[in-house]
């Protein structure tokens, strides 16, 4: 069973556009992020939720919107697209938010987002 | 700037030989993180060390945390083509509430 799951795992779309991507982990785990990988690799956290509550929300701009229905799906929302956008976004689950650096976090494949 | 970077940035080794990276940080930290990430997938975890711990071993793994400079190595022993992949170390910082800062990982070519 996958642990942490992403979809779509491609998106190709035009600028101005707005779309979603889903994420879903059955860890039991209480914290869900959501990353985004650049062209150079570099992985830099954009949110994270503990139990459907937002507690890191770094300066991204607020045409992202994540949205938790439960502790177990963490979504993004994108709005007018832009060509800056295009990288890898990766879901990720912890065990809870407290000692991140005590424990592993697990991560989805990736959703690789080509902005055309 | 990044609290992680890893160096080298890209390292080719033939198979059967040691690879070695390293990562260098700049605030205090408790704890240390390596993960792995294949072409086209998400990290995996492959070990974490405490900051009270010099040397952790993983199988072929072994992992070396020096407080004093700052500083970790990770040593993959007797490589494997599977080995293929791109390595980062990740600590954690506090600005409110916690977060793991990733370095740029190291790309590891292993050879047959």
């Known amino acids: 069973d996958t642990a942490v799951s992403q979809t779509p795992k491609y998106l190709v779309t035009q600028m101005g556009n707005d779309k979603s991507i889903k994420c879903e982990q059955n860890l039991g785990h209480d914290t869900m992020y959501w990353y985004k990988q650049d062209s150079k690799k570099f992985l830099k956290i954009m949110f994270s939720y503990n139990n459907k509550e937002l507690i890191i929300n770094e300066t991204v701009p607020n045409r992202f919107s994540p949205k938790s229905p439960d502790k177990a799906h963490l979504n993004l929302h994108i709005n007018s697209l832009e060509l800056g956008d295009s990288a890898v976004y990766f879901c990720?689950?912890?065990?809870?938010?407290?000692?991140?650096?005590?424990?592993?976090?697990?991560f989805g494949d990736g959703t690789r987002l080509s902005i055309l | 700037s990044q609290q992680g970077e890893e160096d080298p940035q890209a390292l080719s080794i033939q198979e059967g030989e040691n690879a070695t990276m390293n990562c260098s940080y700049k605030?205090?930290?408790?704890?240390l993180q390596w993960y792995r990430q294949n072409s086209g997938r998400g990290l995996v975890h492959l070990i974490l060390?405490?900051?009270?711990?010099r040397e952790k071993h993983s199988g072929r793994l072994r992992v070396t945390l020096d407080t004093s400079k700052k500083s970790s190595s990770l040593l993959i022993t007797a490589s494997r083509a599977a080995d293929t992949a791109s390595y980062f170390c990740a600590t954690a910082i506090i600005q409110g509430a916690q977060k793991l800062v990733f370095g740029q990982g190291t790309r590891l070519t292993i050879n047959p």
């Open positions: 060390i405490r900051s009270n711990e």
């Open positions: 605030t205090s930290i408790n704890n």
């Open positions: 990720a689950s912890s065990q809870d938010k407290s000692q991140v650096g005590n424990q592993p976090q697990h």
